[in-house]
């Protein structure tokens, strides 16, 4: 099933998600959680930092597994998506650094030419996340043009984590983490594919602004197609897709989202 909400703001997003992660590990410590990158779920990642420091909550076990990486860049290096994640998840909420990973964290930096290795990473991170016991909750983003992850257009929906070209738009755009140098920019990602983030047991899509209205739109009320990588939530059984007024724009469907949301049942969380 998938549920849409349509909130006020970011912060109002970010409050649902964290309340329902906050909880979710207050029953498994050792929830594991799927993390990504990217403007979108900054303010959940914060909620969830501000109730589990006033609530005191434990998150010494719980681990976390990344939607994506570069290749080519040490782990170290301030734009790789290791460091990101760090910088907004691991030290924010105090996880244990050594229980979050990224797609082919044991790459670190290697060159391109290393193709038996970096072909390897991907169902070696796949196997690390069955290993862990799946991924609990999966938070994500979606570009304007529904790509999720490094998943663009056209991505198999039952992909696995593998090696991706990225599109020059995402390289142009991204230039501006990079000195505004493309040259800088990776040519090649490491990403969890569709099929992939489809085994997670919760799927939570973020999506603010009219930019992100059409995609939205095509997700949800749109048909399944790998032009749309997104759309494929439409068969996951539990998806939760919250955006605010303006990406919501372009839904038909939007008074019934709002009329359903409101008349949930308390007990019945997202």
Not at 79 to 87: D, F, G, L
Not at 162 to 167: A, D, E, G, P, S
Request: hydrophobic fraction near 40%; charged fraction near 20%.
């Amino acid at each position: 099933m998938t549920e849409v909400i349509i909130v006020k703001n970011e912060r109002e997003a970010g409050d649902i998600y964290g309340r329902s992660v906050a909880d979710l590990i207050k029953t498994k410590p050792n929830a594991v959680l799927g993390l990504a990158t990217g403007s979108s779920p900054l303010a959940a990642y914060q909620s969830l930092a501000r109730i589990v420091h006033s609530e005191h909550i434990d998150v010494s076990q719980v681990r976390g597994f990344a939607l994506d990486e570069y290749l080519g860049l040490p782990l170290d290096h301030p734009q790789s998506y290791h460091s990101t994640i760090h910088r907004t998840v691991v030290e924010p909420l105090g996880l244990n650094p050594d229980l979050v990973h990224v797609p082919g964290d044991v790459l670190d930096g290697a060159p391109l030419s290393d193709g038996e290795r970096i072909a390897a990473a991907g169902p070696a991170y796949d196997k690390a996340i069955e290993e862990a016991g799946g991924i609990d909750v999966q938070i994500l983003g979606i570009g304007t043009d529904g790509h999720v992850g490094f998943n663009e257009p056209g991505s198999s929906l039952a992909s696995g984590t593998r090696v991706k070209t990225l599109v020059e738009q995402t390289r142009i755009d991204n230039a501006r983490f990079f000195d505004d140098d493309i040259d800088k920019v990776p040519t090649h990602c490491i990403t969890q594919g569709i099929g992939t983030i489809l085994k997670a047991r919760h799927l939570v899509l973020l999506a603010f602004g009219s930019g992100k209205a059409e995609a939205v739109a095509e997700t949800v009320e749109g048909g399944v197609s790998a032009f749309c990588p997104a759309s494929a939530l439409q068969m996951h059984p539990h998806a939760t897709i919250i955006v605010d007024e303006e990406a919501a724009s372009r839904l038909r469907h939007k008074d019934y989202y709002r009329y359903a949301y409101a008349h949930k049942p308390a007990w019945q969380r997202i």
